[in-house]
């Protein structure tokens, strides 16, 4: 799908603007899916030795927010410079496509957020604290630890 024109001497500049549903297909959920078009910019180097692709890919993704639970959205960036193997190589033409869509599948977080101070949920009543205020007491003793609190010190 990305398919680059390569040179035995110098460089290969790509460019390349793709829809990401077409793209990735069903490798991610419904709920956690990119959207809209992805932009690759890069080149193909031959070091004499071996081709590397190096660049920058761009997408937008929904996904659930991990603290709050709120569906939100953001931008991925994913810088890569990786050697493209032989394999991927045929007559002077190198696809790319298992590359890029490794790298994004790669950059996603661990934690999505919908922003960097959201407050989540109450772990008592459950409202959402980014967008209203309870009342609850919401400092959890461990129950290991709870007979502590009546160890008095002379």
């Known amino acids: 799908m990305l398919k680059v024109q390569i040179y035995r001497e ?3 500049p790509f460019k ?5 549903e077409i793209f990735f297909g069903k490798d991610l959920s419904d709920e956690e899916k990119f959207f809209g078009d992805i932009e690759i910019v890069g080149e193909i180097l031959n070091d004499g030795k071996t081709f590397v692709a190096r660049g920058r890919a761009t997408c937008s ?5 991990d603290r709050c639970l709120e569906p939100s959205s953001g931008e991925i960036i994913c810088d890569f ?5 032989d394999e991927n190589i045929s007559e002077n033409v190198a696809d790319i496509t298992e590359l890029v869509r490794d790298t994004f599948l790669a950059s996603l977080p661990i934690q999505n957020l919908c922003r960097e101070d959201c407050k989540g949920l109450c772990p008592v009543c459950g409202k959402n604290l ?3 205020e309870c009342e609850c007491d919401r400092l959890i003793v461990d129950p290991r630890f709870a007979s502590l609190k009546d160890f008095k010190l002379d």
């Open 61 to 65: 993704r929904n996904f659930f927010c």
């Open 16 to 20: 390349f603007k793709k829809e990401a």
């Open 130 to 132: 980014n967008t209203e």
């Open 10 to 12: 110098g460089s290969a």
């Open 81 to 85: 410079e990786e050697e493209i193997d």
